[in-house]
C-alpha cells in the first residue's frame, strides 16, 4: 500500500465494521482488516445471531409441546437437526449480504483479509504486508475495538475523554 491510512481497524465484527464505514463515508482513509475470509465477526457466524436463530426453534418447539399438552396437537412433530441447521444458516446468510466487503469498498474503504501485527506504534501488517498510517505519531494508533485503550490530551497528561483528533492513543496489548 503506497498512501498512508488515517485509520486502521483491525476486527470486521459489529464494532468494527461500523468504525469503518463512518469514518470512510466521512472523507477519512481506513483500511478494515479481517483474519477470517468474512466479515461479520464471531456474533455473525459462532455467537448472537446463531443462537438466537436457535432460541427461536426452542420456543417454536416449546409452543408445538405446550400445544400437544392441550391437545391442539395430537403428537408432537419430530425434529429434524440438519434442517434446524439449515434455518440457523440461512438467517446467517440473509445478514452476511449487509457485510458484503464491496459495500465497505464503495465507501473508499480499503478491505482486507488476512492476520494484521503491530510492528511498532505507527504500523501494522497484514500478512507481512505494512500499512503505514499518517498521523499516528502523534495522532491515532489503530486499536482493535475489542482491546482496552488508553488516551491522553498529550504524552505526559492523566487519561480522558476527548474528540480522537485532539488525543494519543496506545494500544494496550497482551
Not at 400437544?68 to 446468510?93: C, H, W
Request: net charge positive; glycine share 10%.
Amino acid at each position: 500500500m503506497t498512501r498512508k491510512q488515517d485509520l486502521v481497524v483491525i476486527g470486521g465484527g459489529p464494532g468494527g465494521l461500523v468504525v469503518a464505514s463512518v469514518a470512510a463515508q466521512v472523507g477519512l482513509k481506513v483500511t478494515l482488516i479481517e483474519k477470517s475470509g468474512l466479515l461479520g465477526g464471531d456474533c455473525l457466524h459462532s455467537g448472537c445471531v446463531p443462537s438466537k436463530a436457535l432460541i427461536h426453534m426452542a420456543r417454536t418447539a416449546h409452543v408445538t409441546r405446550t400445544g400437544v399438552s392441550q391437545g391442539l396437537l395430537s403428537t408432537m412433530p419430530g425434529i429434524d437437526f440438519g434442517k434446524a441447521i439449515d434455518y440457523v444458516n440461512r438467517v446467517i446468510e440473509k445478514i452476511q449480504v449487509h457485510d458484503d466487503p464491496e459495500r465497505f469498498r464503495s465507501y473508499g474503504c480499503d478491505v482486507r483479509f488476512g492476520k494484521a501485527s503491530f510492528i511498532s506504534p505507527h504500523e501494522v501488517t497484514v500478512d507481512g504486508e505494512r500499512l503505514p498510517a499518517s498521523g499516528l505519531s502523534s495522532q491515532r494508533v489503530p486499536y482493535r475495538l475489542s482491546r482496552p485503550f488508553h488516551c491522553w490530551s498529550r504524552p505526559d497528561s492523566k487519561p480522558m475523554r476527548q474528540s480522537l483528533n485532539d488525543v494519543h492513543c496506545q494500544t494496550i496489548l497482551p
